[in-house]
């Protein structure tokens, strides 16, 4: 079946240093790749997503690049701020009507220290 | 722009208490999920429904029975809640459009506690 393997938290930075969360996926169609959000006491939100392979999505400084050759869709971002601190999912969304499904990474949790 | 709410925002039980989340949404949207999330296993589907009177059952369905009110609403319930079990339950909605594009939208949580 379908997967989802990202970098295992949790993960602890310094604000203005960079982040990269790793995700990588197996799947045999042709998926929506997403990035969720989840800051405490808050279900997931979307950060961005990528329909299409070879595009790259971005929102808040953070941006990743769907990867079809290398099933990748690494999340990364030049400078992490405090307010960063959240856990992050990288998702497979694929198939519609009855056979639509998302499926999530186990999260990447990140602490970012001032 | 929308909401989702869920009640209760915390569920304390009994072993083998049968509990009900419920989960309200104002999107209009088509499709409803039921998540289940612990800590170091991300989130787990356990029901959706495509729309109104729809049920699909997800990878951990047992031990749980959704129920689909009507448009906005969809409702979970644990039939025997284990002791010492802990969890958060999600409840997220959606269109159903875009074949796997779609973005789900998810509520704040209900925190299970089993004593």
Redesign the interface.
Same mark, same amino acid.
């Given at each position: 079946g379908d997967s989802v393997t990202q970098t295992e938290g949790p993960v602890t930075l310094s604000e203005g240093t960079s982040l990269t969360v790793n995700c990588s996926y197996e799947t045999k169609q042709y998926p929506t790749l997403f990035w969720y959000v989840q800051y405490p006491g808050e279900g997931p939100q979307l950060l961005f997503k990528v329909p299409k392979a070879n595009e790259k999505g971005s929102n808040r400084g953070f941006e990743a690049t769907y990867n079809k050759e290398a099933t990748s869709f690494h999340l990364q971002k030049a400078s992490v701020q405090e307010s960063d601190s959240a856990v992050y999912y990288c998702a497979l969304g694929e198939g519609g009507g009855s056979n639509y499904k998302l499926t999530f990474g186990k999260g990447t949790l990140l602490t970012v220290t001032p | 722009g929308g909401i989702?709410t869920q009640t209760p925002k915390f569920l304390i039980g009994q072993e083998g208490q049968k509990l009900t989340l419920k989960c309200q949404q104002n999107f209009n949207h088509d499709?409803m999920y039921w998540y289940r999330q612990d800590s170091?296993?991300?989130?787990?589907?356990i029901y959706y429904s495509?729309t109104e009177n /729809?049920l $699909?059952k997800g990878d951990l369905s047992e031990g749980y029975d959704a129920s689909r009110e009507k448009k906005s609403s969809f409702s979970l319930t644990v039939t025997s809640a284990q002791k010492n079990e802990m969890a958060v339950f999600?409840c997220?909605s959606s269109f159903?459009r875009?074949?796997?594009? /779609?973005? $789900?939208?998810?509520?704040?949580?209900t925190r299970l506690l089993v004593l």
């Open positions: - | 989702i499709t170091g296993k991300g989130l787990r589907l495509i /729809d $699909q999600l997220a159903l875009d074949w796997g594009q /779609d973005t $789900q939208y998810f509520g704040p949580g």
